[in-house]
């Protein structure tokens, strides 16, 4: 169906969690005839593939409090739709097994004082008693979360969307942003192959493709491409009951949480490979994200720290292995803002640095602030799209650099 001229207060381009958050904040806080367009369907991106850990203490402090308003977001969105996010609250346990990541919980300990955000110490009984498959004896110091969640993703999106269309917004899919239309440094439009939408705010929240369009309107963003994966084990009652909580273990680059009485785990690659935005399929692709067998090379090379904690792991079934893209920063921080005098009216609203589920809300709310000039909730400076400067994101050296941030990541999913 053609959609003709039409005239917006604002696009959002991108029905992922974080395009379908903004849409809502931006249609709450009062702008007219938001309109929030994919070129598939709501959450059928990268979301879909997330792993969906809402971890709510980071190492990178400043994403904390970004992370608490999609929390906060999650319960208003549930009472305005009266749907559920399948939110599962049962919380993160930071393991150190090592001198040098106990030292990082202190880090942990004091960010979430400053952050009022309550956290237990456990012991090894309690450690074990929480996660029958662990090796607790090789755990130095465990710290509990017990209010963290996670979600599903793809469903996040869509209660987002649904909220947005009750605030007011119009949701568009199927349909996908061809062109971005400036005039005189000033966005006016944007073209898609149903028709032209007038508005004078457009926020680029499309993922993996972000720069794809706005290198049309010479704003680079700096993140690239980045594969994220994991994998799911045959159910196991005994060892993964369902209100297991979810752990970080930097000492084996690995991350879990409970999925369909089985467990879910991530191990981060010390390589991940990374991928020039003009490959990507437009849906994401496990096939061509990895064979098979690349799968499991993956496992035979990373996962021997991961089973050197996991006393029964090598008996263990493989039930799935997922594989989606990431959009990963140099420094791991998302990406938002704009740059009035290159493309007034555009904002960034991506490089989600694996945490674009947990951070979504923070975000949405961060842009419909900037785009209505109220005063930021938060402090915007870690994330701003012109912190990084002198870099093509289309090159294989920058997309490198982004790479590494993913390997280096400690915490989250
Ligand atoms: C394996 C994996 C595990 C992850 N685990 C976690 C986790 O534990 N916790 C966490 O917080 N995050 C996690 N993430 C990250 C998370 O998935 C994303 O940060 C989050 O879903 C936000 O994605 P997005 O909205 O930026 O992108 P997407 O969901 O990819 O949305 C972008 C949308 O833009 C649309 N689009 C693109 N180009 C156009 C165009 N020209 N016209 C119209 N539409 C267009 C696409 O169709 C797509 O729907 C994980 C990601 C992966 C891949």
Redesign the pocket.
Same mark, same amino acid.
């Given at each position: 169906m053609d959609i003709e001229t039409k005239k917006a207060g604002a696009v959002v #381009?991108?029905?992922?969690? #974080?395009?379908a958050a903004t849409a809502w904040h931006l249609a709450k806080r009062g702008v007219r005839d938001v309109m929030l367009?994919?070129?598939?369907q709501v959450? *059928? $991106?990268? *979301? +879909?593939?997330?792993? +969906?850990?809402?971890t709510s203490i980071r190492h990178k402090e400043a994403m904390v409090p970004l992370i608490k308003e999609t929390y906060d977001n999650i319960d208003e969105i549930e009472n305005l739709t009266g749907e559920s996010v399948g939110k599962q609250t049962v919380g993160t346990l930071h393991i150190a097994a090592s001198q040098t990541t106990s030292r990082t919980l202190d880090q942990l300990r004091e960010i979430a004082d400053r952050h009022q955000v309550p956290y237990q110490e456990l012991d090894i009984e309690q450690l074990q008693e929480k996660l029958p498959w662990y090796n607790a004896e090789k755990a130095v110091r465990t710290l509990f979360f017990e209010h963290d969640a996670?979600v599903d993703?793809y469903v996040l =999106?869509k209660v987002f969307a649904e909220a947005a269309k009750k605030e007011g917004a119009l949701v568009i899919q199927n349909?996908?942003?061809?062109e971005l239309v400036r005039q005189n440094k000033t966005m006016t439009a944007i073209k *898609?192959n149903k028709g032209t939408i007038e508005t004078p705010i457009v926020v680029d =929240?499309?993922?993996?493709?972000?720069n794809?369009?706005s290198l049309q309107v010479n704003v680079p963003i700096p993140m690239a491409p980045v594969r +994220?994966?994991?994998w799911i084990t045959e159910k196991n009652e005994n060892l993964f009951p369902k209100d297991q909580p979810m752990v970080s273990m930097p000492d084996a680059m690995a991350?879990s949480r409970p999925e369909a009485g089985g467990l879910l785990f991530?191990l981060r690659e010390e390589n991940s490979p990374h991928f020039h935005p003009d490959e990507l399929e437009? =849906?994401?692709n496990s096939e061509f994200l990895g064979n098979p067998e690349d799968q499991w090379d993956i496992i035979m090379e990373h996962g021997q720290d991961f089973a050197s904690f996991f006393p029964g792991f090598e008996e263990l079934g493989i039930e799935n292995c #997922?594989? $989606? #893209?990431?959009?990963y920063t140099p420094d791991g921080y998302y990406t938002f803002g704009e740059l009035p005098n290159v493309a007034k009216g555009f904002y960034v609203a991506?490089g989600?640095s $694996?945490?674009?589920?947990?951070? +979504?809300g923070g975000i949405g709310r961060m842009i419909s602030e900037m785009v209505l000039g109220q005063e930021l909730y938060a402090d915007p400076s870690a994330f701003l799209v012109d912190r990084i400067t002198d870099f093509d994101p289309m090159s294989e050296a920058f997309g490198q650099r982004c790479a590494d941030a993913r390997s280096k990541k400690k915490d989250?999913?």
């Amino acid at each position: 169906m053609d959609i003709e001229t039409k005239k917006a207060g604002a696009v959002v #381009i991108g029905a992922g969690t #974080i395009g379908a958050a903004t849409a809502w904040h931006l249609a709450k806080r009062g702008v007219r005839d938001v309109m929030l367009v994919d070129r598939n369907q709501v959450g *059928t $991106g990268n *979301t +879909s593939k997330a792993a +969906s850990l809402m971890t709510s203490i980071r190492h990178k402090e400043a994403m904390v409090p970004l992370i608490k308003e999609t929390y906060d977001n999650i319960d208003e969105i549930e009472n305005l739709t009266g749907e559920s996010v399948g939110k599962q609250t049962v919380g993160t346990l930071h393991i150190a097994a090592s001198q040098t990541t106990s030292r990082t919980l202190d880090q942990l300990r004091e960010i979430a004082d400053r952050h009022q955000v309550p956290y237990q110490e456990l012991d090894i009984e309690q450690l074990q008693e929480k996660l029958p498959w662990y090796n607790a004896e090789k755990a130095v110091r465990t710290l509990f979360f017990e209010h963290d969640a996670f979600v599903d993703a793809y469903v996040l =999106a869509k209660v987002f969307a649904e909220a947005a269309k009750k605030e007011g917004a119009l949701v568009i899919q199927n349909t996908e942003v061809l062109e971005l239309v400036r005039q005189n440094k000033t966005m006016t439009a944007i073209k *898609t192959n149903k028709g032209t939408i007038e508005t004078p705010i457009v926020v680029d =929240a499309a993922g993996a493709w972000a720069n794809q369009l706005s290198l049309q309107v010479n704003v680079p963003i700096p993140m690239a491409p980045v594969r +994220s994966i994991y994998w799911i084990t045959e159910k196991n009652e005994n060892l993964f009951p369902k209100d297991q909580p979810m752990v970080s273990m930097p000492d084996a680059m690995a991350y879990s949480r409970p999925e369909a009485g089985g467990l879910l785990f991530g191990l981060r690659e010390e390589n991940s490979p990374h991928f020039h935005p003009d490959e990507l399929e437009k =849906a994401p692709n496990s096939e061509f994200l990895g064979n098979p067998e690349d799968q499991w090379d993956i496992i035979m090379e990373h996962g021997q720290d991961f089973a050197s904690f996991f006393p029964g792991f090598e008996e263990l079934g493989i039930e799935n292995c #997922i594989t $989606g #893209i990431s959009t990963y920063t140099p420094d791991g921080y998302y990406t938002f803002g704009e740059l009035p005098n290159v493309a007034k009216g555009f904002y960034v609203a991506a490089g989600c640095s $694996g945490a674009g589920v947990a951070g +979504s809300g923070g975000i949405g709310r961060m842009i419909s602030e900037m785009v209505l000039g109220q005063e930021l909730y938060a402090d915007p400076s870690a994330f701003l799209v012109d912190r990084i400067t002198d870099f093509d994101p289309m090159s294989e050296a920058f997309g490198q650099r982004c790479a590494d941030a993913r390997s280096k990541k400690k915490d989250g999913g």
